[in-house]
């Protein structure tokens, strides 16, 4: 039986790219000059450092930028809210990877409600998709597209 899976991968070779391409710039520009503004990103999160929250948000819309000229979905990153002490401001962003299971259920909620003959499997962080036709397989894929998803989804293992 035809199948396929979908997922929320990211790439991180490119935000890590995006972000070093964002410190840069904020470090050459004037009014981050002496500042001591900069971005760091571990594993799983992004961290920016700032003066005040004025420049951490100009910090931000950089980075922004550099994500969207690499064609990273933003949809990916979960911002936390902006701590401020008396030396400087510091936001965290969260990157989200892969399928939790509460936007997998709303996923297999849309595609059962689609009407098509397919069945879905939640497997982890990722949705199998099977069924006997191959067209209502690629109706699905062209249904999520079309839906408002809150991530950014990605359809492999497409199989006959």
Same mark, same amino acid.
């Given at each position: 039986?035809?199948?396929?899976?979908?997922v929320s991968n /990211?790439?991180?070779?490119?935000?890590? &790219?995006?972000?070093?391409?964002a410190n840069r710039e904020v470090s050459t520009r004037f009014d981050f000059k002496d500042t001591n503004a900069r971005l760091e990103f571990a594993?799983?999160? !992004?961290? !920016?450092?700032?003066?005040?929250?004025? *420049?951490?948000?100009?910090?931000?819309?950089? /980075?922004r930028n550099k994500l969207a000229k690499r064609q990273v979905d933003i949809?990916?990153?979960?911002y936390k809210e902006i701590n401020t002490s008396l030396s400087e401001a510091k936001q965290i962003i969260e990157v989200k990877q892969g399928i939790d299971s509460d936007n997998a259920k709303k996923i297999t909620k849309l595609i059962k409600e689609g009407g098509l003959k397919v069945?879905?499997?939640?497997?982890?962080? *990722?949705?199998?998709?099977?069924?006997?036709?191959r067209d209502d397989l690629q109706a699905v894929i062209t249904? /999520?597209?079309?839906? &408002?998803?809150? /991530?950014?989804? *990605?359809?492999?293992n497409f199989r006959d």
């Amino acid at each position: 039986m035809p199948s396929f899976d979908i997922v929320s991968n /990211l790439d991180n070779h490119e935000v890590t &790219n995006a972000v070093d391409q964002a410190n840069r710039e904020v470090s050459t520009r004037f009014d981050f000059k002496d500042t001591n503004a900069r971005l760091e990103f571990a594993k799983d999160k !992004i961290t !920016i450092f700032a003066p005040t929250d004025f *420049q951490l948000k100009q910090v931000d819309e950089i /980075l922004r930028n550099k994500l969207a000229k690499r064609q990273v979905d933003i949809r990916c990153f979960d911002y936390k809210e902006i701590n401020t002490s008396l030396s400087e401001a510091k936001q965290i962003i969260e990157v989200k990877q892969g399928i939790d299971s509460d936007n997998a259920k709303k996923i297999t909620k849309l595609i059962k409600e689609g009407g098509l003959k397919v069945q879905t499997a939640i497997q982890g962080d *990722q949705i199998r998709v099977t069924g006997k036709k191959r067209d209502d397989l690629q109706a699905v894929i062209t249904m /999520l597209r079309g839906a &408002n998803v809150p /991530l950014p989804l *990605q359809f492999i293992n497409f199989r006959d």
